[in-house]
């Protein structure tokens, strides 16, 4: 079955980087993309990027133009997202999301466990 | 960006009840409108993509509907297990973007 595994939490302090890793399976990585949203405590879904699983290209929000950048491995079928300069705002559950084609139009239909990340001196 | 506005933010219903969340785009989206469902602590879940397509394996007392930039999301006959929040989400814009959510409670 299709199934996306995300890495483990993280504890970084304000101005570090994360790194967070998105393992597939059970698809064929370059017939789809992948998105990443993420969720602040107690707040709603944020978009984050979407990236093709096919030739590496990406969206980003807005707001995260030059903090975050997203790559895969299509040699292990994994998406990366790694996010810098990190501030105590950046503190979320961190999800990556299959997009249900090969572009963003139809929704995301797998979803990983979530990545906590916390932000704290 | 284009902004999403749902409501109510919250509700709560009785099992049996017909249940309706609303989800206004600001600007013209096509059909570009997918609906989720997210419970407690669980990543969410696709149950309608396209505006009104249902998502594989889920259940047909969902359903959604659109009128220009608006778009609905129905549940005819809520269960017990319908209880979380709903988002909505636009993906006409190479910037997606979600609606703020609606929590909803069984009574």
């Known amino acids: 079955?299709?199934?996306?595994?995300?890495?483990?939490?993280?504890?970084?302090?304000?101005?570090?980087?994360?790194?967070?890793?998105?393992?597939?399976?059970?698809?064929?990585?370059?017939?789809?993309?992948?998105?990443?949203?993420?969720?602040?405590?107690?707040?709603?879904?944020?978009?984050?990027?979407?990236?093709?699983?096919?030739?590496?290209?990406?969206?980003?929000?807005?707001?995260?133009?030059?903090?975050?950048?997203?790559?895969?491995?299509?040699?292990?079928?994994?998406?990366?997202?790694?996010?810098?300069?990190?501030?105590?705002?950046?503190?979320?559950?961190?999800?990556?999301?299959?997009?249900?084609?090969?572009?963003?139009?139809?929704?995301?239909d797998v979803w990983g466990q979530g990545t906590t990340v916390t932000v704290s001196s | 960006d284009i902004q999403m506005t749902q409501s109510p933010s919250s509700l709560s219903a009785s099992v049996g009840d017909r249940v309706t969340i609303t989800c206004r785009a600001s600007q013209s989206i096509s059909s570009y409108l997918n609906w989720y469902l997210q419970k407690p602590g669980k990543a969410p879940k696709l149950l309608i993509y396209a505006a009104s397509t249902l998502q594989s394996g889920v259940p047909s007392r969902f359903s959604g509907s659109e009128s220009g930039t608006d778009f609905t999301l129905t549940i005819s006959s809520l269960q017990p297990e319908d209880f979380g929040t709903y988002y909505c989400q636009q993906s006409y814009s190479n910037y997606l973007t979600f609606g703020g959510g609606t929590k909803v409670d069984i009574k």
Do not use: H
Request: proline share 2%.
């Open chain 1, 1 to 108: 079955q299709v199934q996306l595994v995300q890495s483990g939490a993280e504890v970084k302090k304000p101005g570090a980087s994360v790194k967070v890793s998105c393992k597939t399976s059970g698809y064929t990585f370059t017939s789809y993309g992948v998105n990443w949203v993420r969720q602040a405590p107690g707040q709603g879904l944020e978009w984050m990027g979407w990236i093709s699983g096919y030739n590496d290209n990406t969206n980003y929000a807005q707001k995260l133009q030059g903090r975050v950048t997203m790559t895969t491995d299509t040699s292990t079928s994994t998406a990366y997202m790694d996010l810098r300069s990190l501030r105590s705002d950046d503190t979320a559950v961190y999800y990556c999301a299959r997009s249900s084609s090969s572009s963003w139009l139809y929704g995301m």
